[in-house]
């Protein structure tokens, strides 16, 4: 096959996807049943392995900031970062959680302080609301962009460190050797690939979901089926616009774009919100998320049986690995010439940062308006998690204003999403090309917008993420068997290195000599 054509992973994974797309069309509630019982069993029977697997890429990532590799270079040793760290920062966030964060800013620690992690706090308090801040610190910090970092950075140093292609199968070759061109690698690439295409095209439809609650709030559109179908409609068009213009326009400048919105909506509720709260929250919750990183880490509740951790972060460790495969390409793609040591820190620290400062201030915002002016958003959270954010940007001056900026930031970090899936699917099904053909570009966008669209129609859009849930199972190991390999490779590279260090110091020593017996 030659290079960047459409290959065994493109037919298998359309098989795949197509027959699963059917099957939420015809029996959605068949598969949303069969893919919950399948859920429910992955949680409770392999919890305790998601906690350790996740933990082990946590502890393996901050290995590779400090220890030995740091100084090896993503690309060519005198080789330059492609783009400057503003615009890098952007496109690794807007692909890996944007707008996540602007959909659970609020509503997550709205949920853990009204129903808390332990069952012993009572909700609705000040101990309710500390714990609802901590959990989704960790949900959202070190634990998740520790496992893009794993992936990210195995793709990047295979790609412009050894010269591989860009596929998932390619950071195997290590340990796997040419066998990863035969019917292993395929495979890998293949999971990889559905993995991706249910990812996207649920959070597709669940976005959709969410710009239909803006615009509700700020325009008044009803919330129905025909509004959603105008919106995939209307997004489609602009990520493919988007996606023909390529990595270095279309995704760049909507990812500067995303993040001024971000940063900007961001200082608006920081100044004019409850800013003392919001600045002690953070402080006081950096503290005590990182006090209990360990516990939290593997805490499970086998003497009381309580579902929360399942439901929460179980959940969350495999959605996060469910989607490494897409973030952890679009990452390593833009990360060219940055060190290990940089990137690691980078990718791990920056957006979590971040991530904390959002979540105190619109999180920390709600919990503020309930807990000490009762305004009743954890009710109205309660009743549409969709008009979350909105309901307490109302609690603003310019809250229309506003309002239509956050429903603007929305649609931009879904271009972003999406458009970034495009390139994603594009290089995976067409054996690890860089700049994948735009052709194969539309033709995934179509698919994505295709298959979120008749899924909200049909109602079957959550057995089609949960069964993206239970494909991280194996991919889990997957990316376990990646720590391996980038380890080998790694360490290959460091004895190297020290080997032609002791001949270069042998060959000065004898130079040395030779002058002084002359």
């Known amino acids: 096959m030659r290079k960047g054509n459409l290959g065994p992973v493109f037919f298998i994974s359309m098989v795949v996807i197509t027959l699963f797309v059917l099957w939420g069309i015809i029996a959605p509630e068949n598969l949303a049943e069969q893919s919950s019982n399948a859920l429910s069993f992955i949680t409770v029977s392999f919890g305790w392995f998601y906690l350790f697997a996740t933990f082990v890429f946590l502890a393996f990532a901050?290995?590779?900031?400090?220890?030995?590799?740091?100084?090896?270079?993503?690309?060519?040793?005198?080789?330059?970062?492609?783009?400057?760290?503003?615009?890098?920062?952007?496109?690794?966030?807007?692909?890996?959680?944007?707008?996540?964060?602007?959909?659970?800013?609020?509503?997550?620690?709205?949920?853990?302080?009204?129903?808390?992690?332990?069952?012993?706090?009572?909700?609705?308090?000040?101990?309710?609301a500390r714990l609802a801040l901590r959990y989704t610190f960790f949900h959202w910090g070190l634990h998740p962009w520790a496992i893009y970092t794993i992936v990210a950075l195995a793709l990047a140093y295979a790609q412009f460190r050894k010269g591989e292609s860009g596929l998932i199968s390619s950071t195997f070759k290590p340990i796997l050797g040419d066998r990863v061109h035969g019917p292993i690698g395929k495979g890998i690439d293949t999971l990889a690939t559905i993995?991706?295409?249910?990812?996207?095209?649920?959070?597709?439809?669940?976005?959709?979901?969410?710009?239909?609650g803006g615009l509700s709030y700020v325009l008044g559109l009803p919330n129905s089926i025909p509004v959603q179908m105008m919106i995939i409609l209307v997004v489609t068009i602009l990520y493919m616009l988007s996606a023909t213009t390529g990595l270095n326009k279309g995704i760049r400048y909507l990812s500067n774009l995303n993040l001024g919105l971000a940063i900007?909506?961001?200082?608006?509720?920081?100044?004019?919100?409850?800013?003392?709260?919001?600045?002690?929250?953070?402080?006081?919750?950096?503290?005590?998320?990182?006090?209990?990183?360990?516990?939290?880490?593997?805490?499970?509740?086998?003497?009381?049986?309580?579902?929360?951790?399942?439901?929460?972060?179980?959940?969350?460790?495999?959605?996060?690995?469910?989607?490494?495969?897409?973030?952890?390409?679009?990452?390593?793609?833009?990360?060219?010439?940055?060190?290990?040591?940089?990137?690691?820190?980078?990718?791990?620290?920056?957006?979590?940062?971040f991530g904390a400062i959002w979540f105190s201030a619109f999180g920390g915002s709600a919990i503020f308006f309930d807990l000490f002016e009762q305004r009743g958003i954890s009710e109205a959270v309660n009743n549409d998690v969709t008009t979350a954010l909105f309901i307490t940007l109302e609690q603003?001056?310019?809250?229309?204003?506003?309002?239509?900026?956050?429903?603007l930031l929305i649609i931009t970090f879904f271009v972003t999403s999406a458009d970034s899936a495009t390139f994603v699917l594009g290089m995976l099904t067409s054996n690890g090309v860089l700049n994948p053909a735009t052709s194969t570009k539309l033709i995934w966008g179509v698919l994505q917008s295709s298959i979120a669209a008749v899924l909200l129609w049909s109602g079957g859009l959550n057995g089609l993420q949960t069964a993206s849930i239970v494909a991280a199972l194996p991919f889990a190991v997957v990316v376990l068997f990646?720590?391996?390999?980038?380890?080998?490779?790694?360490?290959?590279?460091?004895?190297?290195?020290?080997?032609?260090?002791?001949?270069?110091?042998?060959?000065?020593?004898?130079?040395?000599?030779?002058?002084?017996?002359?």
């Open 396 to 407: 603003f001056p310019l809250s229309a204003i506003v309002g239509t900026l956050a429903t």
């Open 62 to 128: 901050i290995y590779l900031a400090f220890g030995p590799f740091g100084k090896i270079k993503l690309g060519e040793d005198d080789e330059e970062p492609e783009y400057n760290y503003f615009t890098w920062f952007a496109m690794l966030f807007s692909a890996g959680m944007g707008i996540g964060l602007v959909f659970w800013g609020v509503a997550e620690p709205i949920y853990h302080f009204i129903t808390p992690a332990l069952s012993s706090v009572e909700g609705g308090t000040p101990e309710a």
């Open 195 to 212: 993995a991706t295409a249910f990812g996207v095209a649920t959070s597709l439809g669940l976005g959709t979901l969410q710009i239909n």
């Open 482 to 518: 990646m720590v391996v390999s980038l380890n080998k490779a790694l360490n290959q590279e460091v004895r190297e290195q020290r080997r032609k260090e002791r001949r270069r110091i042998k060959k000065l020593e004898e130079l040395l000599k030779e002058s002084e017996s002359s």
């Open 264 to 353: 900007g909506l961001l200082l608006f509720v920081i100044i004019v919100g409850p800013t003392s709260f919001i600045i002690d929250a953070f402080t006081t919750t950096i503290g005590d998320y990182l006090d209990n990183i360990i516990p939290m880490s593997f805490r499970l509740t086998p003497f009381t049986q309580s579902t929360w951790v399942g439901a929460w972060t179980i959940f969350y460790w495999a959605w996060w690995i469910a989607w490494a495969p897409f973030v952890g390409t679009f990452i390593a793609r833009v990360s060219r010439g940055r060190t290990i040591k940089e990137f690691v820190l980078g990718v791990l620290l920056v957006p979590t940062v």
